[in-house]
């Protein structure tokens, strides 16, 4: 039977060792996720729509709304 400061020697080493292998490991960053569209008209942005119709968008134009950069 080990002698009282062996068993509290050691009782300090397992908690030092359990506390020093219980933190994460770095993580690379991820590439960031590219999103491309394709479609028709519906999917183009319009930078200077037609006078006739002012409110022209496609669903395109409004999509990276959604996201952040």
């Known amino acids: 039977m080990p002698q009282p ?3 509290i020697q050691l009782t ?3 908690i030092l060792l ?3 292998l219980s ?3 770095p ?3 991820a590439p960031p996720i590219r999103i491309q569209l394709i479609g028709d008209s519906t999917v183009s ?3 200077n729509p037609p006078k006739d119709r002012p409110d ?4 395109g134009q409004i999509f990276g709304e959604y996201f952040y950069q």
């Open 12 to 14: 300090l080493i397992i």
């Open 56 to 59: 022209m968008t496609g669903w």
């Open 5 to 7: 400061l062996v068993r």
């Open 18 to 20: 359990t506390n020093l």
């Open 45 to 47: 942005t319009y930078n």
């Open 23 to 25: 933190f994460p490991t």
């Open 27 to 29: 993580v690379e960053a």
